[in-house]
Structure formats: structure tokens, C-alpha cells
């Protein structure tokens, strides 16, 4: 009896939150997409058909239980085979499954058709952050969990996007056709929003497709969805749709920046300029492994304070940072961040933390290797 | 179903020499010395360590799952680092799969299958001796991996490459070796189950007069050759994509990551029905006994497990849906899926069957069977909604899945392991287990295991990612009720102890006929079991009419 | 079916010092992987199984030759060298699996064909063939050359073939009671596969010391040398086992209907040497 009670407050509880702005609390969300409707269509209709089933086989269960308990003075009927229910009980939960079969494939089909997109962005996971490229614009940016650390560490309270929060989303046109291909730079991640029903895994080394065309502008929050280490609770999804135009207004920003960026690079940066930058770019990107205070996780991530061997060796600082090291997490840097930021963050490690060199990395040297590299 | 009919001769222990020496080596042996427990080659004492140990891991691989749910009570970090949660994480899923589950089903299968064929022994019981002993050490080694500079495994058990390669512990070598010796156990363990169950029946029986849990066994055991060289094949992979510079699963070599997860895969899925197969078989003798109905269908039956053994082998690309597969492959891997449902499906149509018209009482066994069928089943619908390939994008590796597995291993595969344990207890010990307690046990379980995985299907459908250690403060409330719910539940299984010792050391004595619906050979031994049981073997040859 | 005369041994410290054994290689080899030493751990082990499995193989031997097992045992024995064996083609099956799938799918995925072609934006310059000589990415350095399967492993796959048929001649010898042609077809056998083994190592030596073929080399030294490599493993075991058989047959052991070891030496060679005509086919030919 408790399991028909369990089923039964199921059941009132989803159907009553279906109409309920909290919906998506409790059940999937409906979305902002052709596809997602279709799939939470999907959804639902498989699960009533599953509690339908679920209360004639159950119901039929139950009343069993209940009708031929021997302390009632049931006595045992002998019969113990009839080809025919097996038949019948065989072929009608085939005919079910066909049922759901038949629009299941045509969702499936529809989602795959990545053809003829107006915008194609390549998303490349990164052990712990997104990279963004607008393929053929030139536009392409980091983008980190912005929580702060001390409300991980319940020393500040949670805000209202708790670990769902970025420094820079993701930024997408509604009623465009956008193809995302996803791919990852070192171990495998899943790009995944819910209110679009996509969910791609990123594999280093190959790219995956998928599409979405957004009805509504809006911010749409997901998370990435397989484990990919230490951090991966904290590699939040943030897409802002905005309307075509101020997407167009907000992309010509991006590639104004862009430029600019690069021109910064010739100038003489000075060491307070570089340190100030470098701990930024350090507590983003590079905090995750070696740790806040550069400590590192031994034997895995080194510790790079109080490192003498680094700071004794500056080219093979720099080398590391721009090419990694391969066969280890450690990832190259230098198709992922720009000279200027590449420079501050040597310059902010070989100067942090009690070490001490006085190494000034300019910008500029960066750039030269990169282009003689 | 052919009647059973009972054995002619009466049968009593010690009625018969065994071949040549060993009667008189056995009670040399087995009277000398602690190292009996360690050299032994007797079904019933490898059984019983085989339950020990599968109970002992329960509980390691429990107290895991429970530091899981303490970080989880409350978003925020407050008790483990992500690095030490996602090593319990991976523990908590291989201790429970391959220490506490599969063992549970092998010594159940060590103690009754014998019994209920009507052999003397397994059919190679050193054999049986080496299983068994492999496991603890394999277990060791693994539960070191812990201690290791760089901590153990944290890359979830299926071990996706190049988490588990390149980024991966030193320890992983070491993992790799102690998943190597489980699987060689479970290898040579299932070899002895067929050999057993295919040569050593007593004279007469014919496959089709086999109890179901005997036939259930006889598939898995097949399914466990079957799968588990592979997963040996691709854990020998990551070893030398680890240690020997090959490209198996990195693109740049010309492999692919992918590889891996269809390797993994194609052992996994079958993996999964490796641990309710069995579960079946003892819900199909519980069932009957306790209606005092033959069970219903028994051919379909049998079929229907057959058929969930060849499927299982061609739907191992369901956990994959969201890498990216061909469009074809999805397709294709979905509808094998879905049809799953059916011979599942006529399974627990026939235990429904089997309850109607029946004379049922509720003892702790049947109660336990009775639950599994309903939670199972929900399990098996949550099963059927990720089949969905389309609907899987939003459910893959949420706690939506997490709810899915979890209610087909706890309250059906481990539930079915006490149902059994209730039910073989007297033939075990010679004792009933004490009802009022066993029933303590059971509700208190029930209510606890539901309290515990009912709230992750909501977590997940809202959003929640498995696998992480803090989350948004719109799952808050799912995951404290879970967490009170699992520290409910863990905490009932000590009344489960409780009763197993209780019963092992005394109470109301069993006749051999334990429980008065029971028909199969098992019961005419006495209770307990004598050590050597079947030494001549009964004979099951019907009489012609 | 037999009444009553079914052999249970009563107990054996064998099996727990196999598996101790085989822990201490298994923990000596992680060592050495990871750490650098422990060599000596993983050679003890290994010679510990050696020794041991010859002392439960010993009590075996004594209990069949003291005519403790009957028919029923012989059926078990033979069930579980079956069921074994296909433990060892699903085995194998893995790796083979690995082949087809890098070379019909990965391959070219990467190189832009096929439902995953995108993928050859991360990689343009890439161009699938096989054998792969030049992997996607730039820091893996892929062979320099391949060997010509009609040459040496041609010569080999002679070698295994003829191998089985002497095995089986040796084995009709052996149920014949022709004692003496068994033994020589079974040294024969046994040379063979020595050979064999030989040959395979010179190609290694070649392999590494001028095709550039190695483990490191991208995919195709992967796949060649985990399905060479765990072959040749395997026709090492089955050399041994059959060296093993040879003593025995010197010692007098085996009668002309009933000699299961011998039998089971031989199932295993022969799929030994199946494995190989795969091998054969789809790693050197095509
Ligand atoms: C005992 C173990 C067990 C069992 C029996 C099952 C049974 C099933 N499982 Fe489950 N599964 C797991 C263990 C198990 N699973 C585990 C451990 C994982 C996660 C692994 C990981 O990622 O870590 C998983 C994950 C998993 C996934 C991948 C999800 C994802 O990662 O995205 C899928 C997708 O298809 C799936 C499907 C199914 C189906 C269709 C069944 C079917 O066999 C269920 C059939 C049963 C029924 C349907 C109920 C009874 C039937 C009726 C009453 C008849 C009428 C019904 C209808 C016609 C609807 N399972
Ligand atoms: C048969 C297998 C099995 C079983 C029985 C269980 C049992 C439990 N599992 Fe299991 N679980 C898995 C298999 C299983 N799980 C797998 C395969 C995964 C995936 C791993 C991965 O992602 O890689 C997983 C993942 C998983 C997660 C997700 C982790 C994550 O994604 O980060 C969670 C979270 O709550 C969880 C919780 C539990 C709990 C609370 C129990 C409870 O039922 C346990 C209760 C038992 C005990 C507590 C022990 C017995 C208690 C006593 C003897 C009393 C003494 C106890 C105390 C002193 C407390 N499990
Ligand atoms: Cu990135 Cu998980
Ligand atoms: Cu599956």
C-alpha cells in the first residue's frame, strides 16, 4: 500500500507543478526551444505512460496481496502456465514501445540536422572553463565560474546564481539557427543547457555538433556534465540571448576589444601593471591546479611558490606556460591566452608568493617567440 | 513446467564415501588447525566467505556513500575537498558493484546451486578456492590506492579516457591491477557456476527442471565470461596508454576517447544484468514459496531471461548517447534498448501471476521479494524514460540516471541478496532469523531507500549533474532529504546484521523443510546443511505413469 | 551421470598461494611502472606462479593417475578448459574490435569523412591511411616503414599451421597408442612454435630498430603490437603448457582414452594458432 501512496503523491505532485511557475524545480524544464518542448513532450508522455503501467501492474499486485492472504483463509490455486497471456503480455508493451519509438526518432532526427546555420560557435572545454570562438569573426574569450571562493567555503553567504554564475557568458542571437561544435583541450566535458536540450559531450581531439535556435531572449544557466576532475562542479554554462541587433552591437564591441588588445601589446608594461593583471589571469585560469597561493597538489599539480628550480630557470618558465607539458594536465597556453596576459602571469608568479626574482616579462618578448615559434 | 518430484532415496548426510582419499583427507583436514577457512574447497564454507566478504564490502563501500551524502547534505564545501570526494565517489560505485553485489551473487550461487542441482560439491573446487581468495587481495590493493601519494582512483567507476590516463593518479596502475585479479575471479568463478550447473546435476534432472535461480546463474555466468575479458582487454589498454606511450584513446596518435567508453560499454551494460539476473532467479523461488503457488510461466520464464542476456549485448551504446554517435547508431541503440522492456517486462507479469490466487504470507524474505518487484520496476521505468535517446540528453549524467540505478541495485539487486539471505538463513544456520526484527529491518529500509533515491529524480530532472561535490541552492532541499534518508537507511543494515548474528547463534530451530511452501531439492537436506551434502546424488529421474 | 563417485578434494593451500603469487607480480610490475624499481617483487612473483601452478597441477595429476576422477570429472575438466578458451576470444575480441573501429571510424572521422568529419578542422593537415604513418598530431612521430607480410610473417603463419597439424597428428598418435610418433610430432610442435616466437622477436628488433614501428608511434604501433604482443604472450603459455605435456608424455602419463591434459594443450594451441590467421589476415594484409 505505502509504494501505490508514494506513486500516487508522485504523481499529484508533478501534475500539480506542472501548471506551476515552479515547474522546473521539480521536473524538467519545458525550455525555450522547439527541440526542448519536443523533448519535454517526450518526457512526460513516457512518464504517464510509465505510471499508467505502472498502476494496472502494480494495482494488480496489491490487490493480490491483499485479496488471497492466507490469514484470510486463501487456499492456493494450482495453475501455473496459459501460453496465451504470455502472448499477449509479450506483444502489448511491444506495441507501447513502438508508440513512443515513433516520435522519439523523429525528435532524434530533427536534432541532428545541423545543416544551414546563420552562426557557428566552437566551444572548447578546458580543465575548468569555457572557450568560446565565434568561428569567422575573430571573437573568441574565456568563460570562468565567477563565484567567490569564500561563498564556496560558506564564509560569505550564497547568492541567488550560487556556482551558476560567469565572468563573461556566452552570448547568442535569438531566431538564429546556432551551430555549436564542441570539442575540449584535455580531458572530455559536456556542454549542457537545459532550457535548449542540448547537451554535447566536448572530446579532445574530435568535434561534436549541435544546434539551437532560441526563441526568447534571456539567461540560461547549465553546468558541465561529465566528470572531468577536481573542478568539475564549478564549470557553469552561462548563454545571454539577446536580439539580433544588440547581438550584432555587442559582437563589433568584442572585435573592437579585440583589436586593442593587440595593440597593447607593443607597449612597455610596467611591474605593477603586469602583477595586477597576472593575478587575475592566475586566479582564473591557473589557481585550479597550482592552488590560490601557488602551493600546488603535490605529486600531481607542483607548487610553483618557493619553486628555486623555476624561478631559476625563466626560458623553461616560459616554455612550459606556452607549450604545456604534454602527457600531463598541464595545458600549453599559448593558442588560449593572449601575450599580454601570458607575460603578466609569469611575471605575477616569478614575483608572488615570496618569490622573489624582480622579472619584468614584457608582452612584446612573448609575442616575438610566439611568432618565431 | 515439469512437477518436481521428490529425490527416492532419503537423503542423509554421510550416507556415501566421497572418491578414495578425501573423506578420509576432509576429516583430517578440516578438523586441523585456523588455516581451515583459508585452504578449504567446500561450496558451503566458500559460500559463507564469500557473504561475509560481500557484506563487509557493503559496508565500506556504504560508509563511502556516505561521506558522498554528508558534503551533499548542504550546498558548499564543508567536509571533503572535490579531489577526496570524487575518490569516494568512484570507490563507493566499484566497491558496491564489484565488492559487495557480485560477491553477494556468487556466494549465494556457491551455497544453493549445488544444493539445488543435487551435486556434492562445484564441479572444481580449488577452482573455487582461487576465486574466492583473489577478491580480497584484489580489494586490498584497491582500498591502498587510497593511501598512495596523489590518492586513489577519482575518475568515476567507468573510467572515462583521458580522465583515467593522462590526467589520471599514479595509484591508476595499480587500480588496473586490482580490477585484473577481480575480474580473473569472477572469470574462473562463473567457469566453476556452468561446469557445475552443466555436468553435475543429479541423474534425471533435465535443464528444464532447474529452479529458476539456478537457470538465471547459469546466463549470468555465461554473460560474466562473456563481458569480462573485455573490460580486462581495455583496462590492459589504459595501461599502456599510461605507462607505454601508446595512442589508444588520444586522437593525436590517431585513437579516439570514445573507444574507450564502446569498450567499456559493451562489458558495462551486460555488467548490469550480470547483477539482476540472479535477482530474478531468487525472487522467482521466493515468490512461489511464500504464495504457495507454483511459479507461473516457468518456460517464459527462462526465455525471457535468455533473451535479456542476448540483448544486453547490443544496447551498450545507451550511456553514450550524448558523444556524439552516428545518427544511425543512436537510433539503433535506442530501439535494442527499449525492447529490454519486454522479457523484463514478462518476468514480473509472471511473479504477478504467481501472487494471484495464491495462499500468501508475508515473512521478511517475501517481504523483501515483494518490494523488490515494485521498486525494480521503477527503477526499470526510469530505465525506459533514459532510453530515450532525445530525452536522454536532458536525463545523461544527471542524478535523474543516479535515481535510475539506484533503484534497480538497492532496492532490487541488494534487496533481493537480503531477500535471500532471510530465506536461506535456517538452511544456513539451522535457525529461523528472528521475524519481528527481520521486519524492523525491512520497513525501516523501505522507508529509507525511497527517502534516499526518490528525491534524486527530481534533483536531476531540475538540473543537478552527478559526480559533483556542491551544487545550486535550487537542489537544496532534494539533497538533505536524501541525506537523511541514506543515513536512515545505512543505519538499518546494522538491524541486519543484528539479525544475521542472531540467527547464526541461536533461535527457533528449522526443520529441513524450513518453510512449508518450499519444493525445490535444497529443502531435503537437513537444516542446517551438513558439510557434504549429495555425496551420492539423488535420484531425480521421473517414473514414468 | 555418475552415483556417488564424483571427486571432492578436501583442501588445498595451492589456490592462496596463486593468488598471493600473483599479487606480488601484478604489485612488483605496478611498482616498477610507477616507481622505478620492484622488478625483483614482480620476478619472484612470476616464478612463484610458475612453481606453484606446477605443484596444483602435480596434485591433479596424482589424483587422476590414482583413478580418483570419472567420467563426470573429466566433463567438468572439459567444460571448464571450453568456457576458459572463450573467455580468451572475447579476450582477443576486444582487441580486434579496437582495430576495426580505429581503422573504419576514427581514422577517418579525423581525417573529415563521415558523420564526425568536422572533426578534421582540429586537424588539417592530416590524411588517413592504413597503416598509419603519420598520426594527427605533430609530436607523434609514426613509422618509417612496414614490414611485408608475405615475407616473415608469411613465413610464421607456416609455422603455426603446420604446428597445429602436427599437434594433431601427435594427438591421433597419442590415441593410436603410438607413443613414439606422438612424442616426435609433439617436439616438432614444440620447435615450431619456438621458431615462431623467434621470428616474431627478430620482427620486433626490426620493428624497432629500423621500421620505426613502436608503441609510441600512433595507432597502428598500438594495435600491432597489442594483438602481436598478446599473442605472442599466448603462444608462449602454450608452449610451456605444451613443453609441460612433452614431460609428461616422457614420464608415461596419458592412456589412449583418457588423456584430457594432453587435449586441453592442444584446444589451446589450436586457438592459439586461430588467433593468428586473424591476426594474419587483418594485421599484416589488409
Ligand atoms: C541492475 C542494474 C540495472 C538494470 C537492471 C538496468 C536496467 C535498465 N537500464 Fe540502466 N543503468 C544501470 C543499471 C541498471 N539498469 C547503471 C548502473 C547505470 C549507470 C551507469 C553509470 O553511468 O554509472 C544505468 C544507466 C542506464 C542508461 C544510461 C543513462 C545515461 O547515462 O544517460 C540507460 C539508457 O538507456 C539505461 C536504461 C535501462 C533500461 C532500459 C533498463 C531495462 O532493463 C529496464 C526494464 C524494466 C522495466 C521497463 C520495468 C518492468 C517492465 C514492465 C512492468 C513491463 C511494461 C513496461 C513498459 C512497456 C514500459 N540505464
Ligand atoms: C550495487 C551498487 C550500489 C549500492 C548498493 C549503492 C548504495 C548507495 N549509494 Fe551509490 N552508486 C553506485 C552503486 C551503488 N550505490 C554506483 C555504481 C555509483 C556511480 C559511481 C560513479 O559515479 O562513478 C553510485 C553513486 C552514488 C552517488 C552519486 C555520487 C556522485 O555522483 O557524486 C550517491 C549520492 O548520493 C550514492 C549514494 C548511495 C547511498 C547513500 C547508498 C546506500 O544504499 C548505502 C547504504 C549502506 C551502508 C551505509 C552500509 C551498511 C551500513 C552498516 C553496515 C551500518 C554501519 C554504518 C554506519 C556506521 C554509517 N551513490
Ligand atoms: Cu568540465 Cu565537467
Ligand atoms: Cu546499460
Not at chain 1, 601589446?265 to 597576472?278: I, S, T
Not at chain 3, 602436427?166 to 620447435?191: F, P, Y
Not at chain 3, 616466437?197 to 614501428?213: K, P, R, S, T
Amino acid at each position: 500500500m505505502r509504494k501505490v501512496l508514494v506513486l500516487a503523491v508522485m504523481v499529484v505532485a508533478i501534475a500539480g507543478l506542472q501548471r506551476n511557475a515552479l515547474a522546473s524545480d521539480w521536473n524538467m524544464p519545458v525550455g525555450v526551444t522547439e527541440i526542448s518542448r519536443s523533448v519535454y513532450s517526450l518526457h512526460m508522455l513516457i512518464f504517464w505512460i510509465c505510471v499508467v503501467i505502472g498502476v494496472v501492474v502494480f494495482g494488480a499486485m496489491f490487490y493480490s496481496l491483499f485479496r488471497y492472504r492466507r490469514s484470510k483463509g486463501a487456499k492456493a490455486a494450482h495453475f501455473h502456465e496459459h501460453t496465451t497471456v504470455e502472448v499477449f503480455w509479450t506483444t502489448i508493451p511491444l506495441l507501447i514501445l513502438v508508440a513512443m519509438a515513433v516520435p522519439a526518432t523523429a525528435t532524434l532526427k530533427e536534432m541532428y540536422d545541423t545543416s544551414e546555420s546563420d552562426l557557428d560557435v566552437l566551444i572548447t572545454g578546458h580543465q575548468w572553463r569555457w572557450q568560446y570562438e565565434y568561428l569567422g569573426e575573430g571573437v573568441s574569450f574565456f568563460s570562468n565560474l565567477s563565484t567567490p571562493s569564500a561563498q564556496i567555503e560558506g564564509e560569505a553567504p550564497k547568492d541567488e546564481h550560487y556556482l551558476l554564475e560567469v565572468d563573461q557568458p556566452l552570448v547568442l542571437p535569438v531566431d538564429r539557427k546556432v551551430r555549436f561544435l564542441t570539442t575540449s583541450a584535455d580531458v572530455i566535458h559536456s556542454w549542457w543547457v537545459p532550457a535548449f536540450a542540448v547537451k554535447k559531450d566536448a572530446m579532445p581531439g574530435f568535434i561534436n555538433e549541435a544546434w539551437t535556435r532560441i526563441e526568447e531572449p534571456g539567461i540560461y544557466r547549465g553546468q558541465c556534465a561529465e566528470l572531468c576532475g577536481r573542478n568539475h562542479g564549478f564549470m557553469p554554462v552561462v548563454v545571454h540571448a539577446m536580439e539580433q541587433d544588440d547581438f550584432d552591437a555587442w559582437l563589433a564591441e568584442r572585435k573592437q576589444q579585440a583589436a586593442s588588445a593587440a595593440n597593447s601589446v607593443d607597449r612597455e608594461w610596467k611591474m605593477d601593471e603586469l602583477m595586477a593583471q597576472g593575478e587575475k589571469v592566475y586566479s582564473t585560469i591557473c589557481a585550479a591546479c597550482h592552488q590560490a597561493e601557488g602551493q600546488g597538489l603535490p605529486p600531481t599539480f607542483p607548487a610553483l611558490a618557493g619553486n628555486q628550480a623555476l624561478m631559476d630557470d625563466l626560458e623553461k618558465h616560459i616554455g612550459v606556460v606556452l607549450n604545456g607539458v604534454s602527457e600531463t594536465a598541464m595545458p600549453a597556453f599559448s593558442g588560449t591566452l593572449n601575450p599580454v596576459d601570458i607575460a603578466a602571469v609569469i611575471t605575477y608568479e616569478r614575483n608572488a608568493w615570496g618569490n622573489e626574482t624582480g622579472d619584468v616579462i614584457q608582452p612584446s618578448d612573448i609575442q616575438a617567440r610566439l611568432s618565431s615559434e | 513446467m515439469a512437477p518436481k518430484l521428490p529425490p527416492k532415496a532419503p537423503l542423509e548426510h554421510g550416507n556415501s564415501i566421497t572418491g578414495g582419499a578425501s573423506a578420509h583427507e576432509g576429516e583430517h583436514h578440516y578438523r586441523s588447525g585456523p588455516l581451515r577457512w583459508l585452504l578449504t574447497t567446500n561450496h558451503k564454507e566458500i559460500g559463507t566467505l564469500y557473504l561475509i566478504f560481500s557484506l563487509s564490502m557493503f559496508m565500506v563501500g556504504g560508509i563511502m556513500a556516505l561521506v558522498v551524502r554528508l558534503e551533499l547534505f548542504q550546498p558548499g564545501l564543508q567536509m571533503v575537498q572535490p579531489e577526496f570526494f570524487n575518490q569516494m565517489t568512484t570507490m563507493h560505485g566499484l566497491i558496491m558493484i564489484f565488492g559487495a553485489v557480485m560477491p553477494g551473487f556468487v556466494g549465494l550461487a556457491n551455497w544453493m546451486v549445488p544444493l539445488q542441482v543435487g551435486a556434492p560439491d562445484m564441479a572444481l573446487p580449488r577452482l573455487n578456492n582461487f576465486s574466492f581468495w583473489l577478491l580480497p587481495i584484489a580489494f586490498v590493493l584497491l582500498l591502498s590506492t587510497l593511501l598512495m601519494p596523489g590518492g586513489g582512483p577519482n575518475f568515476g567507476w567507468t573510467s572515462y579516457a583521458p580522465l583515467s590516463t593522462t590526467y589520471a593518479p599514479p595509484s591508476t596502475t595499480f587500480f588496473i591491477f586490482s580490477l585484473h585479479m577481480a575480474g580473473i575471479s569472477s572469470i574462473l568463478g562463473a567457469i566453476n557456476i556452468i561446469a557445475t550447473i552443466l555436468n553435475l546435476r543429479a541423474p534425471g534432472m533435465r535443464l528444464m527442471d532447474m529452479t529458476l535461480f539456478v537457470w538465471t546463474w547459469l546466463i549470468t555466468a555465461f554473460l560474466l565470461i562473456a563481458v569480462m575479458p573485455v573490460l580486462a582487454g581495455v583496462l590492459t589498454m589504459m595501461l599502456l596508454d599510461i605507462n607505454f606511450g601508446t595512442s589508444f584513446f588520444n586522437a593525436a596518435g590517431g585513437g579516439d576517447p570514445v573507444l574507450f567508453q564502446h569498450l567499456f560499454w559493451f562489458f558495462g551494460h551486460p555488467e548490469v544484468y550480470i547483477m539482476i539476473l540472479p535477482a530474478f532467479g531468487i525472487v522467482s523461488v521466493i515468490v512461489p514459496t511464500f504464495a504457495r503457488k507454483p511459479l507461473f510461466g516457468y518456460s517464459s520464464m527462462v526465455y525471457a531471461t535468455a533473451s535479456i542476456a542476448v540483448l544486453s549485448f547490443t544496447v551498450w551504446a545507451h550511456h553514450m548517447f550524448s558523444v556524439g554517435l552516428p545518427l544511425v547508431a543512436e537510433l539503433f541503440f535506442m530501439y535494442a534498448t527499449m525492447l529490454i522492456a519486454v522479457p523484463t517486462g514478462v518476468k514480473v507479469f509472471n511473479w504477478i501471476a504467481t501472487l494471484f490466487r495464491g495462499s500468501i504470507t508475508f515473512e521478511t524474505a517475501m517481504l523483501f521479494a515483494l518490494a523488490f518487484i515494485v521498486l525494480f520496476s521503477i527503477g526499470g521505468f526510469s530505465g525506459l524514460m533514459l532510453a530515450i535517446a532525445p530525452a536522454d540528453f536532458q536525463y545523461h549524467d544527471t542524478y535523474f540516471v543516479v535515481a535510475h540505478f539506484h533503484y534497480v541495485l538497492v532496492p532490487g539487486a541488494v534487496f533481493s541478496i537480503m531477500a535471500a539471505v532471510y530465506y536461506w538463513l535456517p538452511k544456513w544456520t539451522g535457525h529461523y532469523p528472528d521475524e519481528r526484527l527481520g521486519r524492523w529491518h525491512f520497513w525501516l529500509s523501505v522507508i529509507g531507500v525511497n527517502l534516499l533515491f526518490f528525491p534524486m529524480h527530481f534533483a536531476g530532472l531540475a538540473g543537478m549533474p552527478r559526480r559533483i561535490p556542491d551544487y545550486a541552492l535550487q537542489f537544496a532541499d532534494f539533497n538533505m532529504a536524501s541525506s537523511i534518508g541514506g543515513f536512515l537507511f545505512g543505519f538499518s543494515q546494522l538491524l541486519f546484521i543484528w539479525v544475521i548474528v542472531k540467527c547464526v547463534r541461536g533461535g527457533v530451530k528449522a526443520p529441513a523443510r524450513s518453510w512449508d511452501g518450499a519444493t525445490d531439492l535444497e529443502w531435503t537436506v537437513p537444516s542446517p546443511a551438513p558439510l557434504h551434502t549429495f555425496e551420492t546424488p539423488p535420484d531425480m529421474r521421473r517414473i514414468e505413469s | 551421470m555418475s552415483g556417488g563417485s564424483y571427486y571432492v578434494p578436501a583442501s588445498s593451500k595451492w589456490p592462496i598461494f596463486a593468488g598471493l603469487a600473483l599479487a606480488a607480480m601484478l604489485v612488483g610490475l605496478g611498482i616498477l611502472l610507477v616507481y622505478g624499481w620492484g622488478s625483483w617483487i614482480m620476478g619472484l612473483g612470476g616464478v612463484a606462479i610458475l612453481v606453484v601452478m606446477g605443484l596444483w597441477f602435480r596434485d591433479v595429476i596424482k589424483e587422476s593417475r590414482g583413478g580418483l576422477y570419472d567420467a563426470q570429472m573429466d566433463r567438468s575438466f572439459r567444460w571448464g578448459m571450453g568456457w576458459f578458451i572463450f573467455s580468451e576470444v572475447m579476450f582477443f575480441a576486444a582487441f580486434f574490435g579496437t582495430l576495426f573501429y580505429v581503422r573504419t571510424f576514427a581514422l577517418p572521422w579525423l581525417d573529415g569523412e563521415g558523420a564526425k568529419g568536422v572533426s578534421a578542422l582540429l586537424w588539417p593537415d592530416f590524411a588517413a591511411s592504413w597503416p598509419l604513418m603519420n598520426p594527427p598530431g605533430s609530436e607523434i612521430e609514426g613509422p618509417r616503414g612496414i614490414a611485408n607480410p608475405w615475407q616473415l610473417p608469411l613465413v610464421n603463419t607456416l609455422f603455426l599451421v603446420t604446428s597445429s597439424i602436427t599437434l594433431t597428428i601427435a594427438h591421433e598418435g597419442l590415441k593410436a597408442g603410438h607413443r613414439d610418433s606422438a612424442r616426435n610430432c609433439l617436439i616438432v610442435t614444440l620447435i615450431l612454435g619456438v621458431c615462431f616466437l623467434l621470428v616474431q622477436g627478430f620482427e620486433y628488433y626490426e620493428a624497432y630498430a629500423h621500421l620505426g614501428i613502436t608503441l609510441q608511434a600512433g595507432i597502428y604501433g598500438s594495435t600491432f603490437f597489442l594483438l602481436t604482443g598478446f599473442h605472442g604472450a599466448h603462444v608462449t603459455v602454450g608452449a610451456i603448457i605444451l613443453a609441460s605435456m612433452l614431460w609428461r608424455l616422457q614420464c608415461g602419463h596419458f592412456e589412449r582414452d583418457n588423456h584430457f591434459g594432453f587435449e586441453a594443450a592442444a584446444w589451446y594451441w589450436h586457438f592459439v594458432d586461430v588467433v593468428w590467421i586473424g591476426l594474419f589476415l587483418f594485421v599484416y594484409v589488409f
